[in-house]
């Protein structure tokens, strides 16, 4: 399977507790992204790589939240402290091109199939 | 501040007939991106269709087409002769063109497709 994998694909855990989620990009793909959906609602931007360069946060990504991509390929998302209001679908999504380059491709992001996360 | 609204959280339509999902958002900028995507049950999201502000023509990809107009900031998707793999959540979004790679996402349209 060469699409955007993501793991774990549930996690339950309790309030407090730390939590870490690992993204694994379509291989050629420098742009990852990370979005947050809670029940009823569109994805919620909540950060953008290029590369090993983290672009772009979103003020939803409070300090409790951390993302990395050290090498530029896969990315962690760690959820410290986590609260119930943390419960969610995790997704991570990669792309080639950029929302404002000039392709026919641009703003196509790969999605995963995302993370939920049970906050107990 | 960008926001996209959907105003129909569930729509049904009977195999190979036809039905729109609407779309409006606000914004102050002229050069933008909407898009729609498909998030099929327990499946990951896809990109359905792609609009450029700039391009007065509506875009379209084989059944599915788009209603775009940027005075009224209304942005509508067609499924022409719709299918049961058309089930899915539709989500409408909205990216700048400049400065960000952020889209912004609509809450969803629940599209059943019903035999």
């Known amino acids: 399977d060469t699409g955007v994998s993501q793991d774990p694909r549930h996690k339950i855990t309790k309030r407090g507790q730390n939590v870490t989620f690992r993204c694994d990009p379509i291989?050629?793909?420098?742009?990852l992204y990370w979005y947050r959906q809670t029940l009823g609602q569109g994805p919620e931007f909540l950060t953008y790589?290029?590369?090993?360069?983290?672009?772009?946060k979103s003020r939803l990504l409070s300090d409790r939240f951390s993302a990395e991509r050290p090498k530029g390929s896969f990315s962690t998302l760690e959820i410290q402290r986590t609260e119930q209001g943390d419960s969610a679908m995790y997704l991570c999504?990669?792309?080639?091109f950029g929302i404002g380059q000039a392709h026919r491709d641009t703003g196509e992001l790969f999605f995963g199939e995302g993370s939920r996360l049970t906050v107990l | 501040a960008q926001t996209v609204t959907q105003s129909q959280p569930e729509m049904s339509v009977q195999e190979a007939e036809t039905v729109t999902l609407s779309c409006t958002y606000d914004?102050?900028?002229?050069?933008?991106?909407l898009f729609w995507y498909k998030q099929p049950p327990s499946r990951q999201m896809i990109l359905v269709i792609r609009?450029?502000?700039?391009?007065?023509q509506n875009a379209t990809e084989n059944r599915f087409s788009v209603n775009f107009q940027k005075a009224a900031k209304s942005f509508s998707l067609k499924i022409s002769d719709s299918q049961l793999g058309d089930t899915a959540m539709y989500f409408c979004?909205?990216?700048?063109?400049?400065?960000?790679?952020?889209?912004?996402f609509g809450t969803g349209t629940r599209l059943q497709v019903f035999p």
């Open positions: 999504a990669s792309s080639l």
């Open positions: 291989s050629e793909h420098n742009r």
């Open positions: 790589f290029q590369n090993e360069a983290q672009l772009e």
């Open positions: 914004t102050s900028e002229s050069n933008y991106y």
């Open positions: 609009q450029e502000a700039y391009k007065q």
């Open positions: 979004a909205y990216a700048l063109s400049y400065n960000t790679d952020k889209l912004i």
